[in-house]
């Protein structure tokens, strides 16, 4: 089966060679076209005349004769996290990472038409678990190019605007790459979006860059919780004030780490006059719940390194920094926030051991942490499973956020 999969890619890599968009890759385009043949939705560049007729021209010469070959058991057949096969809502992934927002869609019966994201490890480990290798740089996709979907889910950098001269329209967002998910949804105009990203976006330049984010989205004809009357006319402090209510924790969510994230969920104007962001459940967790029977000895911290976090804490603390490392043990309810630098030293979490220097998460740990299922395949390069986990999304939150959407499309 897997041959066949191989052949089939090779055979269309010369026709997808016309289609790649600059920064990305002729197996990006192949795998959307062959998921989309797969599952019945848009392909990438159908705009510019490809059609399924043209895609499976190409495949008889390379598919066994006298053999009918089941496409969607051929692209799916050897993934684990594979998607409903009757799906409810189609969305794309943007900001893409490892895919933590794909699952929590895909939880909820949701389908992914396209997905890019610009790190190379993060593609690789985002293609070993989902099938796709994902487009490159969002920057040079033409939006038009882009399969019609129902959600455009993105988790974005936080950058800066430039004060100078704004008239708060899409063309002021130039040059950051909040830009490129302003342009898409204004050329696509899905139902619904939902935008993630640090809980200092609500601070971040005074208050003035979630400003022009917003003012920038009502003006291309999208809602959120926030009125466009306090948007637009409101002070920089009363739009923080409301933006704290899209903020969730995961330990509200059945995941034992102290992380706050801003969800920013949209939809078209007049689709709906609110949104109901998900209630914390009622699950009881502790950091144990995530702790593997088994541990490498090799995660326990060498007394240089344990030394070094002890003095840094009582210096951070004469300094009044307060923060040298977090110790937690397996009754701690939750852990501090896991980050993209957990790989250097572990300090922001460790895990106490009895009679011996404390310990840094495994990767499996790390996964669990951000709820990630066991059948998740991690980058075999610790250091980036690490730095890809410390910067995806808690799946369990985006799967609650993802379940009201769902509902509001019913």
């Known amino acids: 089966m897997t041959s066949y999969l191989n052949k089939i890619e090779n055979a269309l890599i010369p026709l997808a060679e016309k289609y790649i968009p600059e920064g990305s890759s002729s197996k ?90 610009f790190e190379k490890h993060a593609q690789a480990t985002y293609s070993a678990n989902h099938g796709e290798f994902p487009f490159g740089d969002i920057t040079k996709i033409d939006a038009t190019d882009i399969p019609d979907h129902d959600v455009l889910v993105a988790g974005f950098p936080c950058q800066a605007f430039s004060h100078a001269g704004l008239k708060l329209g899409i063309h002021d967002t130039r040059g950051t790459l909040f830009h490129d998910i302003a342009r898409i949804l204004e050329a696509k105009k899905p139902k619904f979006a939902l935008l993630e990203n640090v809980k200092g976006l609500i601070s971040h330049d005074k208050g003035y860059t979630l400003q022009v984010i917003l003012k920038t989205l009502t003006r291309i004809g999208y809602s959120c919780n926030i009125s466009k009357d306090v948007i637009h006319n409101g002070s920089a402090k009363q739009i923080q004030a409301e933006a704290k209510k899209m903020v969730l924790k995961s330990t509200d969510f059945g995941v034992p780490q102290n992380r706050q994230r801003i969800y920013i969920v949209l939809w078209q104007d007049g689709l709906i006059d609110s949104f109901e962001y998900p209630k914390p459940t009622s699950d009881k967790v502790k950091v144990g719940d995530i702790l593997e029977a088994n541990p490498d000895p090799k995660l326990t911290i060498s007394d240089r390194l344990w030394d070094g976090h002890q003095r840094r804490k009582i210096e951070n603390k004469r300094n009044g920094k307060g923060f040298g490392f977090g110790l937690v043990t397996e009754d701690s309810p939750y852990t501090n926030t896991i980050s993209a630098r957990y790989y250097k030293d572990g300090s922001e979490i460790l895990i106490a051991q009895n009679g011996a220097n404390p310990r840094k998460l495994s990767t499996r740990e790390a996964a669990r942490l951000q709820g990630f299922p066991d059948s998740f395949k991690p980058s075999q390069s610790n250091t980036q499973a690490y730095k890809q986990f410390g910067n995806s999304v808690t799946v369990p939150v985006i799967t609650s956020i993802a379940f009201q959407i769902k509902k509001l499309m019913e």
């Open 28 to 117: 990006a385009v192949v795998d959307q076209w062959l998921h989309a043949l797969a599952n019945g939705s848009d392909l990438f560049a159908s705009n510019k005349g490809i059609n399924a007729s043209v895609i499976l021209g190409i495949l008889k010469d390379v598919l066994p004769e006298k053999h009918e070959v089941n496409l969607k058991e051929l692209v799916y057949s050897h993934l684990v996290l594979k998607p409903d096969t009757s799906p409810k809502l189609k969305f794309i992934d943007l900001f893409a990472g490892i895919g933590g927002m794909r699952l929590g869609f895909q939880n909820n019966s949701g389908l992914c038409v396209f997905s890019s994201e």
